[in-house]
Structure formats: C-alpha cells, structure tokens
C-alpha cells in the first residue's frame, strides 16, 4: 500500500473519525472506501459502499411528456368531474386492441 497525506479541516476530521468508529473500522480503512466509492471501474465495485438511491425518484413518472404542457386543459375537466388523462389511456388502449 502507498501513503497518502490528505489535508481536511477540523470539522471533517472529527465527522471522518466519528464515521469511521460507528462502522468499527480504522479511518485509513473508511478512507478508502469512500475514495472507492467514487472511483469508476469495475474493479472497486466489490470494496466500495453502494451508492444510496431514492426509492421514491420517479415515483410520479405517468410516462407522459405532454402532462405540464396540458396543465390548465387537464385541471378544467378535473373541475368537470372528468380525468381527461385516464379518457385518452382508455381510448389508446381500445385502439391497440382492436
């Protein structure tokens, strides 16, 4: 292994140190993993901490591209009492059916 001197103001020492005791591991050790985390290439993908993902990203996705564009159109016949969106899908689908 090499030695590599890294300087990090007070506060990130302390956050490092902090991190490192709560997963049991020395900060030389947690050090690595997390500049192997950020590393590109296969092969540190064993070694390196995955990335945190959000479940709720694109939760919202209808897969429609026209849907803020429509705004006002779909917000009036909401008000009608009428999902215009849900109207089309089922149109689009009785089509594709037939």
Do not use: Q
């Amino acid at each position: 292994m090499k030695r590599t001197t890294v300087k990090v103001d007070d506060t990130l020492d302390a956050r490092m140190r902090h991190e490192a005791a709560r997963r049991g591991m020395t900060v030389s050790e947690w050090t690595r993993e997390a500049i192997a985390a950020h590393l590109p290439g296969e092969d540190n993908r064993h070694e390196a901490v995955p990335r945190r993902t959000f479940r709720s990203a694109g939760a919202g996705d209808s897969g429609r591209t026209d849907i803020s564009e429509r705004m006002e159109e779909l917000l009036a016949g909401l008000a009608e009492g009428r999902d215009i969106v849900a109207e089309e899908e089922g149109a689009d689908r009785r089509r594709l059916s037939a």
